[in-house]
């Protein structure tokens, strides 16, 4: 029993090893807001894929292909020459009011420090007005182990976290000024 007792505590020491030195997890994050306008006229706004500039306070100028098509594209040109984002639609549904799309080949992690980063927006009615959903799922932008500062999963969650909120906030006041 003493001789297997050294090698019980290595593998054991083996398998701790192994749990702790595992890549990034994929995190999930949500956020919705009631806007006092038609779930129509909110989603005249958000249904429109190629023209997100018109709600997204942040975005300056959009260059898209495809429409509202899945697999249509486009590229988001940020205010402020904050960078660029490309972004495919997965799925759209006018008569669900949902719209998926996903951001492909992510270049610069100054812009959004995400991989694998992919959102469905929905509109519904709500009372007199709206509830809009944003979900997102993403992983950190560095995936091997041990993630430089501004690549790890505090400033994904955090850049999602502003994207989303900013995002809303800015549909809610396009919409409600309409």
Same mark, same amino acid.
Not at 15 to 37: C, F, M, N, Q
Not at 91 to 103: C, F, L, R, S, T
Not at 113 to 122: E, G, H, R
């Given at each position: 029993? %003493? @001789?297997?007792?050294?090698?019980?505590? =290595?593998?054991? +020491?083996?398998?701790?090893?192994? /749990?702790?030195?595992?890549?990034? &997890?994929?995190?999930?994050?949500?956020?919705?807001?009631?806007?006092?306008?038609?779930?129509?006229?909110?989603?005249?706004?958000?249904? *429109?894929?190629?023209?997100?500039?018109?709600?997204?306070? /942040?975005?300056?100028?959009?260059? =898209?292909?495809?429409? !509202?098509? %899945?697999?249509? &594209?486009?590229? +988001?040109?940020?205010?402020? $020459?904050?960078? =660029?984002?490309?972004?495919? +639609?997965? !799925?759209?549904?006018?008569? @669900?009011?949902?719209?998926?799309? @996903?951001?492909?080949?992510?270049? *610069?992690?100054?812009?959004?420090?995400?991989?694998?980063?992919?959102?469905?927006?929905?509109?519904?009615?709500?009372?007199?007005?709206?509830?809009?959903?944003? *979900? &997102?799922?993403?992983?950190?932008?560095?995936? !091997?182990? !041990?993630?430089?500062?501004?690549?790890?999963? =505090?400033?994904?969650?955090?850049?999602?976290? %502003?994207?989303?909120? $900013? $995002?809303?906030?800015?549909?809610?006041?396009?919409?409600?000024?309409?």
């Amino acid at each position: 029993m %003493k @001789k297997l007792l050294p090698l019980v505590a =290595a593998s054991s +020491l083996f398998w701790v090893g192994l /749990v702790d030195a595992h890549g990034p &997890t994929r995190e999930k994050y949500s956020e919705s807001i009631e806007i006092s306008a038609s779930p129509e006229a909110v989603w005249a706004l958000v249904g *429109d894929f190629s023209h997100p500039e018109k709600w997204m306070d /942040v975005v300056e100028s959009t260059t =898209a292909e495809g429409g !509202n098509e %899945k697999g249509a &594209t486009r590229e +988001l040109k940020f205010k402020g $020459g904050a960078g =660029a984002l490309k972004e495919e +639609l997965k !799925n759209y549904d006018a008569e @669900k009011k949902m719209i998926q799309y @996903k951001v492909v080949d992510p270049t *610069d992690p100054a812009v959004l420090p995400v991989n694998n980063y992919s959102a469905k927006i929905t509109v519904e009615a709500s009372g007199s007005g709206s509830k809009v959903e944003w *979900d &997102t799922a993403f992983y950190r932008w560095f995936l !091997n182990n !041990n993630p430089p500062e501004g690549q790890n999963e =505090a400033a994904a969650k955090a850049a999602v976290e %502003k994207v989303v909120k $900013g $995002g809303l906030a800015s549909l809610k006041s396009v919409a409600e000024k309409k």
